[in-house]
Nanobody, 123 residues
Framework: QVHLVESGGGLVQAGGSLRLSCTVS????????LGWFRQATGKEREFVAG????????YSGDSVKGRFTISRDNAKNTVFLQMNSLKSEDAAVYYC????????????????WGQGTQVTVSS
């Protein structure tokens, strides 16, 4: 059984930083890729960033590049999302995901989902 446990969300001022963490209960081929999605109120869910345990990284686009960094700790089965220079438009529920293919994330698909952690950005 695969479980994803997220932590690190909260309230931050615009321009501030937060680091999200997600620990995966089981590393198998089904959880070869890990990543983060987010969903803001009234908006569609969007892919933010992903990586594989072997080191491939994928970012969603210009909106987070240069500000967000995804990384991992293989020994702890944990993936991180470091978010810097946060903007009001970054406010959302952030979901940790896992799946067999990082490419699927770009199409909005993932095998496993965490419960989500709220990120609120105050102006």
């Amino acid at each position: 059984q695969v479980h994803l446990v997220e932590s690190g969300g909260g309230l931050v001022q615009a321009g501030g930083s937060l680091r999200l963490s997600c620990t995966v209960s089981l590393r198998t081929y089904k959880t070869s890729a890990l990543g983060w999605f987010r969903q803001a109120t009234g908006k569609e869910r969007e892919f933010v960033a992903g990586l594989t345990w072997s080191g491939d990284n994928l970012y969603s686009g210009d909106s987070v590049k240069g500000r967000f960094t995804i990384s991992r700790d293989n020994a702890k089965n944990t993936v991180f999302l470091q978010m810097n220079s946060l903007k009001s438009e970054d406010a959302a529920v952030y979901y940790c995901v896992a799946g067999p293919s990082i490419g699927a994330f770009d199409y909005g698909s993932a095998e496993y989902w965490g419960q989500g952690t709220q990120v609120t950005v105050s102006s």
